[in-house]
């Protein structure tokens, strides 16, 4: 384990592979264990949990990519999602998977691909590189903010890459400042992942916001003092799981 924090970057792709179906590495190093990451940093931490991140092969918080069981589902989404403050068990997606358990009586995976400041963009792109190869029974969504998206860097140092903007840094491409930009390019990604789920005949839970399954506010006491904390996890989670069997 390093006790040493990873500082934050942006998760970056080149331009020729943006849309190659396959698995990819994550920002977090993979088979790495690390005390802090991100906006989770000793001068930040509201509490005194000791708990750790662990990356699986391909840098992801997240189920090994070759585990399979009897139920699978595949998630994504920002930082929220990969958990960022929160013990890896308290997190939505592994509290959603103790759900599936108790009710079906079955083995469950859940595949995780969240990347910390991703976008709507990098959520819907992520899933649809790696469908095929998972066949999730399950995609659920935890959509990152519809401000974000995924436009070509800035930086002249690393020109031929794609990496998520917030809207209103500094560093946002200002030709792409338009009222109702963000709401429209979010239906756009909404559309998209219905239509792969549909493709790939994975069911699909997908919030929060509207023209989704469920709705629900972020709060700040997480360990970093930013992000959602336990109890929000817990209720996402236990939304996703309601949504799932009043749909399905």
């Known amino acids: 384990m390093n006790d040493k924090q990873l500082p934050f970057n942006y998760h970056t792709t080149p331009f020729e592979q943006m849309w190659n179906k396959g698995f990819f590495h994550s920002k977090y190093e993979p088979n790495s264990e690390y005390r802090w990451v991100d906006t989770d940093k000793p001068e930040n931490a509201v509490n005194d949990d000791t708990w750790t991140y662990k990356f699986n092969e391909w840098g992801f ?3 090994p990519f070759t585990e399979r ?20 068990e308290n997190t939505w997606g592994q509290r959603l998977k103790r759900m599936f358990e108790q009710q079906l ?11 910390g400041s991703c976008s709507p963009d990098y959520t819907v792109r992520s899933i ?7 066949k999730p029974d399950l995609v659920a969504v ?16 690393t020109p031929e890459v794609i990496r ?4 209103g ?6 030709m792409f400042v338009r009222d109702g930009w963000g709401p429209a390019q979010h239906q756009k990604n909404i559309i998209f992942l219905k239509m792969l789920c549909e493709q790939h005949d994975a069911k699909l839970i997908h919030g929060p916001g509207d023209n989704t399954d469920i709705g629900i506010n972020p709060d700040n006491s997480a360990r970093d003092g930013s992000h959602p904390g336990n109890k929000w996890h817990k209720e996402y989670a236990e939304l996703v799981f309601q949504a799932y069997n009043d749909k399905y």
């Open 61 to 63: 918080r997240s189920a």
């Open 69 to 88: 069981s009897d139920a699978n589902i595949l998630i994504s989404g920002c930082s929220i999602t990969v958990g960022i403050g929160v013990e890896y």
């Open 105 to 115: 009586g079955k083995s469950v995976t859940v595949w995780n691909l969240a990347q």
């Open 128 to 134: 649809h590189n790696t469908i095929e190869l998972f």
């Open 142 to 157: 935890c959509w990152p903010a519809d401000t974000r998206f995924e436009l070509p860097s800035d930086d002249p140092a």
């Open 164 to 167: 998520d903007y917030q809207l």
């Open 169 to 174: 840094d500094d560093d946002y491409p200002k």
